[in-house]
């Protein structure tokens, strides 16, 4: 079992920055992806980023050039930094880890932008 704990989630106006973090703990050995989700009231859950264990990111294209994920491998922890955040960003940010063929979620952290 994997257990993600998100940090970081808040309340910003349009244009401002929020830092997220998700710390894996558990059997984090072989966890070959990590990644970010979101999902606003009623949408569907959404792509943010990813990276896997080479560093290779996958981002959604509505995020490209303004979010940024890194990753710690020493600490287990994943970073998602976001800056120019516009009303749509707003949701609920969700952490993804993937170990060999099953996938552990977090429990998510609100992120709420006002314009």
């Known amino acids: 079992q994997v257990q993600l704990v998100e940090s970081g989630g808040g309340a910003v106006q349009a244009g401002g920055s929020l830092r997220l973090s998700c710390a894996a703990s558990g059997s984090t050995n072989n966890i070959r992806l990590m990644g970010w989700y979101r999902q606003a009231p009623g949408d569907q859950r959404e792509l943010v980023a990813t990276?896997?264990?080479?560093?290779?990111?996958n981002y959604a294209d509505s995020v490209k050039g303004r979010f940024t994920i890194s990753r710690d491998n020493a600490k287990n922890t994943v970073y998602l930094q976001m800056n120019s955040l516009q009303p749509e960003d707003t949701g609920v940010y969700l952490c993804?880890?993937?170990?060999?063929?099953?996938?552990?979620w977090g429990q998510g952290t609100q992120v709420t932008v006002s314009s």
């Open positions: 990276i896997n264990n080479s560093s290779v990111t």
């Open positions: 993804l880890a993937m170990r060999y063929a099953l996938g552990y």
